[in-house]
């Protein structure tokens, strides 16, 4: 047993909806939370900036003692996952789109992944697509400026529905049966997703694979809590923004947040 905590990062809000999921599976690990909003978003920036960046927050997560981290956040996995684990000892677990799973569910065998438009032309989400979907097709849609709307809650607003019709009406002529959601800000626009592909398309995100693959890595590595200590949360913006937009994202109240400077 160990009662370390994990090391949990986003460029902003969107890791929320995996520490949700996190919580859930692992109700007895204490979560610290660093959202990157000063520099949000990190769909563009370049790889080199990204691994800058996530450097420092690791190095952060150190200060801290963490036993384990998740980069929840599909950019910076692809873009600097394999750099942190080269530098870094202790477990790391990336999020990237379930291609995997959309392509065993696909009936049509035509299916995409939703994501920041980074991800979308990055090699690792290519190397994926070659890997787990062969003989299914996978269009890669970018959602431009969606990441950015969802930082300020602006889940209501007319130009989300905008971005979201503009990148998802294309797919349904394209007979797409599955939609994997490669930003870990969509699934707080899951209902809006849905309703605009309908009922028999499938909308599957990240969360859930993750949390169970951090449990199994906590598993192997005999390193589970025992008892659960306080959750923080810190961002490297402003704290009082992030309060207020994560409150309405998770609906309910968050304990203190502190700002950082990395």
Do not use: W
């Amino acid at each position: 047993m160990n009662n370390r905590p994990i090391g949990i990062f986003d460029s902003g809000v969107g890791g929320l909806s995996v520490l949700e999921e996190l919580q859930k599976l692992l109700p007895v690990e204490t979560f610290i939370f660093v959202a990157d909003q000063e520099h949000v978003p990190y769909g563009g920036k370049t790889k080199e900036e990204i691994e800058i960046l996530t450097d420092k927050i690791l190095s952060f997560f150190v200060s801290k003692n963490v036993k384990a981290v998740v980069i929840a956040c599909n950019t910076a996995t692809v873009y600097a996952i394999d750099y942190l684990r080269q530098k870094y000892k202790i477990p790391i677990i990336g999020t990237v789109p379930v291609i995997k799973t959309i392509a065993s569910i696909s009936k049509t065998k035509k299916t995409a992944v939703f994501s920041t438009p980074a991800t979308a032309k990055s090699d690792y989400l290519s190397s994926l697509i070659k890997k787990f979907a062969d003989g299914v097709k996978v269009f890669k849609v970018g959602g431009t400026g969606l990441e950015e709307l969802i930082e300020e809650g602006k889940l209501e607003d007319l130009k989300t529905d905008k971005v979201l019709r503009e990148s998802l009406e294309p797919l349904l002529k394209k007979n797409v049966d599955a939609i994997a959601l490669g930003c870990t800000h969509y699934p707080f626009l899951r209902a809006k997703i849905q309703k605009i592909v309908g009922p028999n398309v499938a909308v599957v995100d990240s969360g859930g694979a993750v949390g169970r693959r951090t449990k199994t890595i906590l598993e192997n590595n005999g390193i589970l809590a025992s008892k659960k200590n306080k959750d923080m949360f810190f961002t490297t913006g402003n704290k009082e923004k992030f309060r207020k937009v994560s409150e309405k994202l998770l609906q309910k109240k968050l304990p203190t947040v502190f700002k950082i400077r990395l």
